[in-house]
Structure formats: structure tokens, C-alpha cells
């Protein structure tokens, strides 16, 4: 069964840690994505991936650090330096880019 | 790179057609347009996709005029699962950096 899964759905956090939220793909997809969404807003770039061990930054990377080790994995760590980390955390994935983006469930986070 | 604009809102009744225009002006040459669809609490999901004049899948219908500066995707008769917030993307084919932008929240009523 092909998908994209995040974990977990909810996660609560103490200001000042890190949170590292998980992202996989079975779909064989070169091309990874976060995005951050607020309350009653779009989508925001955050990082994205095309192909193993490369990442660029997107729109809103201060904050965040991420890793591709494996093609298959895309774990975002939200830093203490993220001032307002609090957000709905969507990973995504695609062939490339003129390819569509399949999304994750994504993570709800919760920091006070 | 280039920017959208769509409507913030739009309500429709079930049964009646719902077209939602966007805008994208500074649009390049190898841009794609591409429309997502995103209910409450989940990700986006791939509506429909295109380059010009007119494609249609079994969701919607997407109409791309000659200039491509502007794009109309057509649902048609919707229903209360339609109710979703829609958004237009013009993909850049290299880099990726797409900008989902605030979209549409289309409203169906019964």
C-alpha cells in the first residue's frame, strides 16, 4: 500500500526544545517537501528535497534544519530558534517538479 | 517568480457549476498550472493540471486562456463534500519553489 505517512498526528513540546517530526514515502519520489501551515493560511515552503542528500531552503527555513539520508525519509527538526513554531507541518513528495505533490496526512504542533 | 491571485472565497449551492478564476500574470513559459484541493485538517490534494487551452479529468475541467495569464478551474455540479478551500499554483520546472498561496474557500450549501 503507497503513501506518504507523518508522525505523529499531534505533538506537544516545551519552548526552548527541539521537535523533530517524521516524514516517509514508499512512492519512489526523488523530489521532498515541507510546508508550514498557520490558522486560516496557505501553504508556506519550508525546505524541499530533489534528490538524496541535497536539500534547498524554501520561503520560512530560519528555524528548521532538515536531512536526506535516504530517499525514502525526510525529517524536519522545528529548532528552539524557531520563534513561533506552533503550526500544522505538511510533508509532501513528487517525482520531480512538473510532477504532482503527494501530501501526508501532516502533524499538528503544539509549543508553550 | 511568479505570484497568484484567486478569489478569498466563493459560496455555490449542490448541483450548480463553481468557477474559480486565478490570476497569474508574470506567468513563464514553463510554468504548469496546477490546482490543489485541501478539506480541514489535511494535506492538499492534486486537482488537475495544465499548460493551455483546456484539460478535463472526471473532478473538473481546467480552461487556460491564450496568454496564460489567467486560469479558470470549473467543478462541476458541486456538492457538500465540494466544500474545501482550492488553491492555484504555477509551478517554476526548475527549482520548484511552488507558492501555494491563500486560496479559495468555496462554501457549498444545500
Known amino acids: 500500500d503507497g503513501g506518504i505517512t507523518q508522525s505523529p498526528k499531534y505533538l506537544f513540546r516545551k519552548e526552548g526544545q527541539n521537535v523533530t517530526l517524521s516524514c516517509e514515502q514508499n512512492?519512489?519520489?526523488?523530489?521532498m517537501y515541507w510546508y508550514r501551515q498557520d490558522p486560516g493560511q496557505g501553504l508556506r515552503l519550508i525546505y524541499y528535497?530533489?534528490?538524496?542528500?541535497?536539500?534547498q531552503k524554501g520561503d520560512i527555513a530560519e528555524g528548521y534544519s532538515v536531512s536526506r539520508e535516504k530517499k525514502e525519509s525526510f525529517p524536519l527538526t522545528v529548532t528552539s530558534a524557531q520563534k513561533n513554531p506552533t503550526a500544522f507541518y505538511l510533508c509532501?513528495?513528487?517525482?520531480?517538479?512538473?510532477?504532482?505533490?503527494?501530501f501526508g496526512p501532516g502533524t499538528r504542533l503544539t509549543v508553550t | 517568480l511568479a505570484k497568484t491571485t484567486q478569489p478569498i472565497s466563493m459560496d455555490s449551492y449542490e448541483g450548480q457549476e463553481v468557477n474559480i478564476t486565478c490570476s497569474h500574470n508574470?506567468?513563464?513559459?514553463?510554468?504548469?498550472i496546477t490546482w490543489y484541493q485541501q478539506f480541514p485538517s489535511q494535506g492538499p490534494r492534486f486537482i488537475i493540471q495544465?499548460?493551455?487551452t483546456k484539460v478535463t479529468n472526471e473532478v473538473a475541467s481546467l480552461f487556460i486562456p491564450a496568454d496564460r495569464k489567467s486560469s479558470t478551474l470549473s467543478l462541476p455540479r458541486v456538492s457538500l463534500s465540494d466544500t474545501a478551500v482550492y488553491y492555484c499554483?504555477?509551478?517554476?520546472?526548475?527549482?520548484?519553489?511552488?507558492?501555494f498561496g491563500g486560496g479559495t474557500r468555496v462554501l457549498v450549501k444545500p
Open positions: 509532501a513528495s513528487s517525482f520531480g517538479p512538473d510532477y504532482e505533490q503527494y
Open positions: 512512492l519512489n519520489h526523488d523530489a
Open positions: 528535497s530533489q534528490i538524496v542528500n541535497d536539500f
Open positions: 508574470n506567468i513563464a513559459t514553463n510554468d504548469y
Open positions: 495544465g499548460y493551455k
Open positions: 499554483l504555477v509551478d517554476k520546472a526548475a527549482g520548484n519553489k511552488l507558492t
